[in-house]
């Protein structure tokens, strides 16, 4: 199969799933998630009509946004090392990973600098499985409390990875915990936090998710096929 029929594929999956639980597909962005594939073939799916691209290495995503151009929109969804952020501070829409105040204070003295603002999400540990991945369910307040007087940072809502299980009780338990948890902070009393996004759901778990509330999906393998790393 061609990259854009796999890409149609999982538009249409989308639209399938978003059907079948009552949702509206226009609520559901795709983020094909590029890591690992060199700039052509992004190019090659951004012929196709795919806007929103993610990636989890800082100096990989910054190479590709100098070369493919100012149209698409970039979203960084893996680890961030905080001597990285001047990195992407300059160019990334969206950064989906950040879980630590040390992340934030540096997003914003970056962004600041650049001149922009960034949308950020919050990264909560849903699955109980890496201690690295997000910050504790209870950590969230806090954050959200240190992030909402910045000025060059927008808490736009929240992000989460399930286990990596075929149990989909499991993987929708936690969804869940997600929604939730966004739900009970969305109306947060300061205003300038707008929890509206749930980043959550890949290629193997995008159905669930979409039933669980996502607004963004993360999906690369059932667009670019199996990495061979990363
Ligand atoms: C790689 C990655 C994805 C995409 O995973 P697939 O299983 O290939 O769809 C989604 N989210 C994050 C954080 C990733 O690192």
Redesign the pocket.
Known sequence: MSIEARLKNVQQKIAEYCNGCGRDPGGVTL?A?S?TNPPEIIRQVAGAGQIHF?E?KVQEMASKMDELGDTLQWHM??PIQTNKIRMMAGRVDWI??VSRKKELDEIEKRAHQAGRSIRVLIQVNISDEDQKSGCEPDELPALLEHAAPMEHIRVKGL?G?ASFSDDMDLVRSQFRMLRELRDKWRNHPDKRIELEHLSMG???D?QVAIEEGATMI???????GE?NY?
């Open positions: 983020i998630v890591k993610g989890n969804i893996g989906h990973s992000m990875m890949m290629t193997n995008m993360r999906v690369g393998t059932a667009i670019f990495r990363g």
